[in-house]
């Protein structure tokens, strides 16, 4: 038993040091680009790295994947220091200030051109910057629209919704697209994840916001909030044409699950969510948002930054210009993984590709960016925890509100 | 009487040479042979809870350096609504967890301790559940609570007519009995054995002398089997509550605290605010609070069983 | 006294049909989980859950989850390092049980106690510092954050404590007599305990080796590369890769069960009868 055990542990040691053999340098400089997508099922990935990797033989891109909870799980990556921490990473608009703030991402001024900040529009260019620097590259910019799954219509015979809907004609058709079976629901009209952005769109279609514009202040106890949190509430509860969390999650993980699984009729979502649609082979049909008071849309800046502790940003430098410039972001814009975020990029082929494409454009033009918060963070975890209750049904939406913007005082202040 | 005599006068001289007497070098040699698992204990274990106790006194995110904050984490929890609630729901689980499967596996303990025909079968298939990890198991049971006609529980009510089926994991009301269940078809057939091996030092003696007196089956259960036992159903107890203020990964998998925070127990929301929102200091004050009152429990329980033994 | 039998054997019939009966709910589960593992995601959503046989059959979920993910080596990381864990445990355990149960010195009982106390220690309470000191020592995403702090854990402890009780119970004359012959204690313990103690290091080598197998909060927070995840976290991991293609996510969920289901059939009676005799319950 002695030599058995000794023989045992000499095999372990090598063992344990095998994985640190592998991987030695192989004279190109690796650059690892941190994202919530899996490469081998995004061509708008793949595209950029081919790309790029022809205009920079020496480097060499990897690319990994935090499939959920991508902002927790990537600051925990990036806190955690040491080996594992990416070299560019992608970051949705709504975390760059916390992100900043911490000092998890390094500035870019020093590496940013003024021809490059003025290339952008300027909704892009604010989201970028905190504190007066700026802290992103943009990744693309989203705007919401509607997806409808045309077999589902067809089946109801519903006609596609046109430009101009009301909420009420949205209303009519999301009943006519809810199939129940033995009092269940098996086919919904409607469904939303329950993000602060999803919200968002919705808030704004009714003129109202998460908080005021200076951001001290959260103001979802206006009558505008308040009905447009109640007309979701009714989805689910009342009219019971949007499924709950549970009902949605069975099929997936993903925020489109259930829609890709073909059993929900209408989902509003951007531009890349037609990546995975496309995938799958659906046939699906854009269309405008439907109108509540006004007519809006959410803009949504997603970007890529560089993490503190990035071994060699000059090499992750060139890869974000790369993926930011006028020729990354016309791979972007041809791979859909959204739309480009410079102006200078041509639109003519990718309106030409579809002619639902152009409702995306257009969403643009009426489009209200997502409220970045400096302590976005905690209040949107406070938002979305009360917000929970009231999609339970577990509170109305007139007190889940009042405590909000109650509880949201303290928290807006930074204390 | 020689032999000792032996021993010293040959150690004695050996350990003279040496300088060391037979008391000392055995000395010596017991804190050798414990010294790997001490110093392991000391750097991850007892270092940890005093610097636990040391970070709840500040506020840090990680990537900043940590400030010095006294005791505002502290009030913060006493304030904290969420606090009440984990506290509330972790109590749920403990109260129907520990009698729950310590009666369940108590009685599967009892009857395979008889010759029943396939006893090992039995022992081994009860077990199994428990040998799997929670993390597999909570995607089976997924499976097993999915609402509408996909989920194995409602197809199986609805072949026996019973038609107005929950959302298991979806409904405040049902979550929580939901996760009770799971956890205790993993986890009953575990403490079965250990229960198991309790009844093996009950000696069959007792028995038989009881089925002299005429004792009848329930009448030796009560009177000789479980008051034997009270060591392990101790233990047991223990073990059971220390489980349920654990529970973690079934939450993690299943419902991520949720529904609207019905299963946010005091090891999620610790987990939630550590690394998810990077209060480290609020999330070592919660684990220290959580610890005294673990400490106080088990206290009650030992002063109890002190008293029930008098 | 016919009809006094005739009750005990209607009894034990009785009680025979609830126990297959609960083995089967016990068994079903898993059982389901194999034969899903094949079907395609419109039979899993077909509302007939009950309907086992998967039509058509799809092995390809199985290659996908390999692809997707890499199955290979999370078995293969939690392999070794609950190997190693365990084999270190085994060997801290009973060196540390042996002297409480033989040896006598100053301050014995406390350090016994102590140590037994960590028992009670709720994870939490370490979680976080222990967190920070990999992050100090730069051991964040490294083997080594997996392999070292883990030894030191509650099943080191429980394994620290039966083998107390196991020595305990044997006599010490053998090694005594060695001693005396001018052995050292550290090869009296290796050479002539240990090796008769192999019921107590069997029984505790399969136990520590199923906590190492399903450790989860612990290699979630330290290790965020995919390439050296452990099984279980790899498992939650493909989840949100997979997302919703649950055919391929129950054949991962398989991956994961399956090893250890062939251990438990091969070494059952360790499982099982070994914690049944060897005196675990009494405290």
């Known amino acids: ?415 | ?310 | 006294m016919g009809n006094v039998v005739k009750k005990i054997k209607v009894g034990r019939l009785l009680l025979f049909v609830m126990l297959v009966a609960f083995s089967i709910t016990m068994i079903y589960p898993f059982l389901w989980t194999i034969f899903a593992s094949f079907k395609t995601t419109e039979q899993l959503f077909s509302g007939k859950p009950l309907d086992l046989i998967p039509r058509p059959m799809r092995i390809e979920n199985y290659k996908d989850a390999w692809n997707f993910v890499p199955f290979g080596r999370f078995l293969l990381n939690t392999l070794f390092i609950a190997g190693f864990v365990t084999l270190m445990q085994i060997l801290i355990a009973s060196m540390a049980g042996y002297s409480f149960a033989r040896l006598n010195f100053r301050g014995k009982n406390i350090v016994f106690i102590m140590l037994l106390g960590t028992m009670m220690i709720p994870g939490h309470v370490t979680l976080i510092p222990n967190y920070v000191l990999m992050r100090y020592l730069k051991w964040i995403d490294k083997y080594q954050a997996l392999m070292i702090p883990v030894i030191f854990n509650s099943t080191c402890v429980t394994g620290m404590f039966l083998m107390r009780q196991y020595f305990l119970s044997i006599p010490k004359e053998l090694e005594e007599a060695a001693i005396i012959d001018g052995c050292s204690r550290f090869k009296a313990f290796w050479t002539i305990v240990l090796p008769n103690t192999k019921p107590a290091l069997s029984t505790f080598a399969i136990i520590g080796f199923n906590a190492g197998w399903n450790s989860f909060l612990w290699p979630l927070i330290v290790i965020n590369d995919v390439k050296k995840m452990t099984i279980q976290v790899g498992l939650s991991y493909f989840r949100g890769v997979v997302s919703s293609n649950w055919g391929v996510l129950l054949a991962g969920t398989t991956m994961a069960i399956v090893p250890v289901m062939i251990v438990f059939l091969i070494f059952q009676k360790y499982f099982v009868e070994g914690m049944v005799t060897s005196g675990f319950g009494g405290k």
């Open chain 1, 1 to 415: 038993m002695n030599s058995f055990k000794r023989i045992l542990i000499v095999f372990l040691t090598i063992l344990l040091l095998l994985p640190t053999a592998v991987g030695a340098p192989k004279g190109k400089t690796e650059v690892r680009v941190m994202s919530w997508w899996n490469y081998l099922q995004s061509k708008p990935l793949q595209e950029l790295k081919s790309k790029f990797e022809e205009s920079n033989p020496d480097i060499e891109l990897i690319f990994d994947q935090i499939p959920s909870k991508y902002a927790d799980k990537v600051l925990t990556v990036v806190a955690g220091g040491g080996d594992q921490v990416p070299d560019v990473m992608m970051l949705a608009m709504d975390r760059i200030p916390q992100f900043a703030k911490a000092g998890a991402i390094q500035p870019l001024d020093s590496f940013m051109t003024d021809a490059y900040k003025k290339s952008l529009y300027p909704v892009v260019f604010d989201a970028l910057t905190y504190n007066g620097k700026t802290y992103a590259a943009a990744r693309d910019i989203t705007s919401f629209v509607m997806f409808c799954n045309k077999k589902l219509f067809a089946e109801a015979k519903v006609e596609i919704p046109k430009d101009g809907w009301t909420w009420n004609d949205f209303l009519e058709i999301a009943k006519k697209l809810t199939k129940f079976q033995n009092n269940k629901a098996v086919q919904w009209g409607y469904y939303f994840p329950k993000h602060d952005d999803a919200v968002f769109t919705w808030l704004i279609q009714n003129g109202a916001s998460y908080t005021t514009p200076d951001a001290k202040e959260s103001v979802l106890s206006k009558p505008e909030a308040r009905q447009a949190l109640q007309f979701l509430q009714d989805l689910i509860l009342k009219h019971k044409v949007c499924p709950t969390e549970t009902e949605a999650k069975q099929f997936g993980t993903d925020a489109s699950a259930a829609f890709l699984a073909g059993k929900v009729g209408m989902q509003a979502g951007g531009l890349s969510m037609s990546v995975a649609l496309d995938n799958n082979n659906m046939d699906y049909v854009m269309v405008p948002l439907p109108k509540g008071s006004k007519q809006a849309s959410t803009a949504f800046v997603n970007s890529w930054t560089i993490p503190r502790g990035a071994k060699n940003p000059q090499a992750s430098w060139k890869v974000i210009e790369f993926f930011s410039s006028k020729e990354g972001q016309q791979i972007v814009l041809d791979t859909k993984m959204g739309l480009p975020a410079s102006k200078e990029v041509d639109t003519g082929a990718f309106l030409k590709q579809r002619p639902d494409n152009k409702v995306l454009v257009d969403a643009l033009s009426y489009s209200i960016p997502f409220q970045t918060l400096e302590y976005g963070a905690k209040y949107y975890d406070l938002s979305k925890k009360n917000l929970e209750l009231v999609w339970l049904g577990q509170k109305s939406v007139e007190e889940a509100t009042a405590e909000i913007d109650q509880k949201a005082q303290d928290i807006l202040a930074g204390k």
């Open chain 2, 1 to 310: 009487m020689s032999l000792p005599l032996k021993i010293s006068a040959h150690e004695e001289m050996i350990g003279t040479k040496r300088g060391f007497s037979l008391a000392r070098r055995e000395e010596i040699t017991g804190w050798l042979f414990i010294t790997p698992m001490l110093i392991g204990f000391i750097v991850f274990s007892f270092g940890p809870i005093l610097a636990s106790l040391i970070i709840s006194f500040t506020d840090w995110d990680l990537l900043q350096a940590p400030k010095f904050v006294g005791f505002v984490n502290f009030a913060k929890l006493f304030k904290d609504d969420y606090f009440i609630q984990c506290m509330s729901n972790t109590l749920y689980f403990v109260i129907t967890m520990v009698p729950i499967i310590l009666v369940v596996a108590m009685t599967l303990a009892i009857i395979l301790n008889q010759n029943i025909r396939g006893k090992a079968f039995f022992r081994s298939v009860f077990y199994f559940p428990s040998v799997v990890s929670t993390v597999a198991i909570s995607m089976v049971w997924l499976w097993v609570f999915s609402p509408s006609d996909n989920g194995l529980l409602n197809t199986i009510l609805h072949k026996i007519g019973v038609m107005n089926t929950p959302d298991w994991l979806g409904n405040i009301a049902t979550v929580k009995p939901s996760l009770v269940l799971m956890r205790t078809w993993q986890s009953a057939g575990y403490y079965m054995v250990i229960f198991l091996a309790g009844l093996q030092t009950i000696s069959p003696e007792l028995y038989e002398v009881a089925d002299i007196d005429g004792a009848s089956k329930w009448e030796k259960l009560i009177h000789i089997t479980i008051p034997l036992l009270s060591p392990v159903t101790f233990f047991v107890t223990i073990m059971l509550m220390l489980a349920a203020f654990n529970i973690f990964e079934a939450i993690y998998v299943m419902t991520e605290g949720g529904p609207g925070g019905a299963t946010n127990t005091i090891m999620y929301y610790i987990y939630h605010n550590g690394f998810r929102l990077y209060q480290m200091g609020y999330a070592s004050a919660l684990a220290w609070v959580l610890f005294l009152i673990l400490v106080v429990l088990t206290i009650i329980q030992f002063k109890l069983r002190k008293e029930e033994s008098q």
